[in-house]
């Protein structure tokens, strides 16, 4: 299970996310993109020491900052019957490094020919 297809999953339902500095989050999400950028929107932040909380409308998220995020158990049966649904796409040609057909062109071949990249004259 690939943590995009879970985050794309969870999408309108709710989340807990613990910073690296210690602040939890808990609110819905509202999107997320392939940094692990997260908006959440109706939350509730709490202090690292856990004895201050704040309602916030909406907060973005920076990928980067999370420790770790918690899902409900249903999200996670969600993604398993999506993934299951979907026929497989392994060993089906698009390998890392096919170019898909553009040929042998070497070094600089392709690329605008003889004298590209040298500047004026």
Known sequence: MLPLSLLTTAVGHPMLIELKNGETLNGHLVSC?????????????????????????????KGN????LRVPDEIIDLVKDQQQSQPSNRGRGGHRGDHGGRGDRGRGAGRGGRGRGRGRG
């Not at 908006?39 to 907060?59: A, Y």
């Not at 900052?65 to 770790?68: D, E, R």
């Open 65 to 68: 900052n999370i420790k770790y």
């Open 33 to 61: 993109d392939t940094w692990m950028n997260l908006i959440l929107k109706e939350v509730v932040q709490t202090s690292p020491e856990g004895d201050k909380f704040f309602r916030l409308p909406e907060v973005y998220v």
